[in-house]
């Protein structure tokens, strides 16, 4: 189940302070955003920071929004929430559903297995990939699109 975000009634997201267009980081962060066609609105640009200037991430919505307080860009939980949706529908980002409550966001949009870490609400890459011996045919008129793998961990009882 997804929070639903409202967007501000205001209609007024926030202008980007033009003092924090002088850090490297920023530009870039600014280019990410130009290029997937999203306005550079303070919170875009402060959780794009937390999200594109440090690899390959995956990261929850509660996850981010710790991550902004602890970075002082203050932003409610539900803004983090729009703002991943906004990211994931222009392309950034890959929502993935490890265990039909929460919801990953992961930076690399290219289709990858997981570990899902029970208990733990970790999410990371498999390494080394991962082959099929057998694969079903899709149904007639459909083709497959991707196929998606969370292999769900936990820990062993000592
Ligand atoms: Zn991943």
Redesign the pocket.
């Known amino acids: 189940m997804d929070i639903q975000a409202t967007d501000n009634p205001a209609g007024g997201e926030d202008a980007v302070d033009p003092g924090l267009l002088s850090d490297d980081g920023t530009k870039h962060c600014l280019q990410v955003l130009s290029d997937a066609g999203l306005r550079p609105t303070r919170q875009r640009l402060a959780l794009g920071k937390l999200l594109f200037l440090r690899g390959?991430r995956?990261v929850t919505a509660e996850s981010l929004h710790d991550e902004a307080v602890a970075a002082n860009a203050y932003l409610s939980l539900a803004k983090v929430y729009n703002t991943l949706n906004q990211f994931t529908e222009a392309g950034l980002l890959?929502r993935?559903a490890a265990d039909g409550i929460k919801s990953?966001f992961?930076?690399?949009t290219?289709v990858?297995p997981?570990f899902y870490l029970e208990g733990e609400d970790v999410?990371?890459?498999v390494a080394g990939g991962l082959a099929f011996s057998k694969v079903p045919d899709a149904l007639p008129g459909h083709e497959i699109a991707r196929l998606d793998v969370i292999i769900h961990l936990r820990r062993k009882r000592m």
């Open positions: 390959h995956h890959r993935i990953f992961d930076t690399d290219s990858h997981h999410l990371v890459d």
